[in-house]
C-alpha cells in the first residue's frame, strides 16, 4: 500500500493479558521500525528489520517483548503478560533503504 | 548518552508570522529528521537533512543543519492554521543503525487566525 498500515487503533489489555500489534509496511519497503510512545513525546526505538531478518533490537526489553516480520504477512509486535507501564502508542515505520522513516498512525495500547 | 534538546516547547504565533524551532545535540548528528506530529496521528515526515550546511525547502518549510552538525533550526513562513501541531526533530545516534533515531520531546505549535 501507500501508507504505512496499523492495526489495531486502539487495544485495551487487563494486566497479565497478551497485547498483539500488526503493522503492513509500504509496498516495496524492506525495513521496518517499531517505537514506543509513551507521556505523548517520549519515543523509544524497539526494533528493526530487514525484510524478515532482525536488523537491530537493541531497544526490546529483554522479557515480554517479541517481534516478527514474516514473508506475505503484516509484521506484529507482541506483549506477553502485559504490564501497567506498557500502556504506551506503539508506532511502526517502514523505510526502502533504512533512511527516511515513513511512520503508521499507531496503536494505543492501554493496560488496565 | 545522546539527547537533542529542542526548543521552544511550545509556541503560539498569529497566522501570517514566520517561526523558528531549534533542534540542538551535545554531539554530532547524523541523519537528522523532522517530523510533524498531529494528536491521535503518526509522525509525518518533513525532511531529512545529512551534510553539515544543508538546508531543504519544502513549500513554506525551510530546515537546516549547521556546519557542525550540531544543530538544526526548521523555519515556517508566514504560517497558517494548517502548519499547527508538534513538530519532532529525530537523529540516529553515534554508532547506531539506520534508523534508530532518537527524539526531542517536540515543540507544540499553535496558530490563531
Known amino acids: 500500500g501507500e501508507e504505512v498500515a496499523q492495526t489495531p487503533k486502539h487495544l485495551v489489555r487487563g494486566e497479565g493479558q497478551k497485547a498483539k500489534l500488526y503493522c503492513a509496511p509500504i509496498?516495496?519497503?524492506?525495513?521496518v521500525f517499531w517505537y514506543q510512545q509513551v507521556l505523548k513525546n517520549e519515543f523509544k526505538f524497539l526494533i528493526s528489520?530487514?525484510?524478515?531478518?532482525?536488523?537491530?533490537e537493541t531497544g526490546m526489553p529483554k522479557e515480554r517483548f517479541s517481534a516478527k516480520c514474516l514473508p506475505n504477512s503484516p509484521c506484529s509486535l507482541e506483549i506477553q503478560a502485559t504490564k501497567l507501564e506498557d500502556s504506551a502508542v506503539y508506532f511502526c515505520?517502514?523505510?526502502?533503504?533504512?533512511?527516511?522513516?515513513?511512520f503508521g498512525s499507531g496503536t494505543q495500547l492501554s493496560v488496565l | 548518552s545522546q539527547e537533542l534538546e529542542q526548543s521552544p516547547q511550545s509556541l503560539i504565533v498569529q497566522e501570517g508570522k514566520n517561526l523558528t524551532i531549534n533542534c540542538t545535540s551535545s554531539?554530532?548528528?547524523?541523519?537528522l529528521y523532522w517530523y510533524k506530529q498531529k494528536y491521535g496521528e503518526g509522525l509525518i515526515f518533513l525532511m531529512m537533512?545529512?551534510?553539515?550546511?544543508e538546508e531543504k525547502s519544502h513549500e513554506k518549510i525551510t530546515a537546516k543543519l549547521d556546519e557542525k552538525k550540531q544543530q538544526s533550526s526548521l523555519h515556517i513562513t508566514a504560517s497558517q492554521p494548517s502548519h499547527a501541531g508538534i513538530y519532532l526533530c529525530?537523529?540516529?545516534?553515534?554508532?547506531?543503525?539506520?534508523?534508530?533515531?532518537?527524539f526531542g520531546k517536540g515543540t507544540k505549535l499553535s496558530v490563531k487566525p
Open positions: 515505520a517502514s523505510s526502502q533503504s533504512g533512511e527516511k522513516l515513513f
Open positions: 509496498k516495496g519497503h524492506s525495513y
Open positions: 528489520f530487514q525484510n524478515e531478518n532482525v536488523f537491530d
Open positions: 554531539k554530532t548528528l547524523y541523519g
Open positions: 537533512l545529512q551534510k553539515g550546511g
Open positions: 529525530g537523529a540516529e545516534i553515534y554508532g547506531g543503525s539506520q534508523g534508530n533515531l532518537i
